[in-house]
């Protein structure tokens, strides 16, 4: 397990921001599962291209053919980031992975009877678009966040040919936990099932390969964010068979779907440009294809093997703090791998208190919350059925103050030991802080009596 150092790589990680007394910090950024901040090599991508920008496809001008290339040798670079067979797969853009799982689960041509297998530990994104075109089956997890892989076995084996698809996070945007997702790829494709990861947590971290076509293991769809991979500029992937999007219409018309269209027919163009309508964005696509050249040259191996330092390390000392209650396996172990990503709470302070905290005294950045995955949390949290009852009362009246929730650490490729070190002292003294917070219980927020962050302006 190596540290390496790779913020040099990145924008703004030097940047000072102010503090409560009148002071300022360098900022230390703890909320990479949510976004990820810009990798240099991306933004000088875009400098490079920005002055040769223009529509794609069908132009004849030099920037339009510049651009066309750009665009699509970006498709290309998506497929064979994840090992997709350009014959099989088709690559899809789209603005992120919500949309992206939106698109899917529209275009797989599902019956409300029918059913998709996800997991209790998924993002509300792999969960509420398949709940708005079927019946949707939870497999149970752990008390440490884990799937029950039994359950899984068992929920396959009762329901076989009403389920329709299995969609499986890759990773766990709470605990870190890495589900066994070609295990369960191998599983499903004995029902002939096929399944779906969604890639956003893992794929800045840790290689995803999709596998021969159809492979006993293979991995039949996927999607991920580039506002995740250090590529911030609002694109995302869909990567499926090509024989999935080629039937029927899409589910966005418009420009650029279409070969030819006439007052009483319509007829589809190739992908993907079928299933992507309107004026792209060329940039994102640009952003995408220059981080994936990026991970392409530093290697996952040296990606995993500093941030499992990162999370050693903080594990170790956040163990140590005795009013520190940690989710998810609370102890390091070598044995199984896992993300740089730990969600706590301190004992006796508001989970959003301490989120606030650690922002105004010591310019640290978190989230605080349910993390958009309400289920699992309230699973880690033990949460009763009459308490979340209690809670959703509390919100139909706009009332947040007392919603359960937890404040997330996450760690990317330019963080650092010595920052862990700042935010572990920062809540082992977590009682020592200086201001007086006051939560807007319609928000939930907590902001600090007689201070205000001055104003930023573009």
Sequence with gaps: MEKYDFSRDFC?????????????????????????????PVWEALERFRDYYSSVHRGTGYKSLVSTEQYDMAHERALEFVGADPDYFTAIFVKNTSEAINKLARRVRLKKSDIVLVSGLEHHSNDLPWRNQCKVLFIEVDSSGHIIIDDYAAKLAKYKDKIKMVSISGASNVTGILPPIHQMAAMAHRYKIPITVDAAQLIPHRQLRMGEPQGKESIDFTVFSAHKMYAPFGIGVLIGPKRVFMEGAPDYTGGGTVNYVTRHEVQWTHLPDKEEAGSPNVFGAVALRAAIDYFHKV???????????????????????????????????????????????????YHAKVAAILSYEHAIGVRNGCFCAHPYLLKLLKITKEESEKFHKQINRSYRAEIPGMVRLSFGLY?????????????????????????????GIYTVEGFEFPRFNV
């Design 12 to 40: 703004g990680t030097d940047i000072e921001v102010p503090i409560l007394g009148g002071r300022t910090s360098r900022y230390i950024n703890f909320d990479n599962a949510a976004s990820t901040p810009c990798l240099k």
């Design 299 to 349: 290697g996952y191996e040296k990606i995993a093997s500093h941030e499992r330092a990162l999370t050693k390390h903080a594990l170790e000392r956040l163990a140590k703090i005795p009013h520190l209650e940690i989710y998810g396996p609370r102890d390091w172990d070598d044995s199984e791998d896992r993300l740089g990503v730990v969600a706590v709470n301190v004992k006796d302070i």
């Design 415 to 443: 963080n650092s030991i010595d920052e862990i070190d700042i935010c572990a002292d920062a809540l082992e003294n977590i009682h020592n802080h200086k201001g007086k917070y006051i939560i807007n219980s319609r928000t």
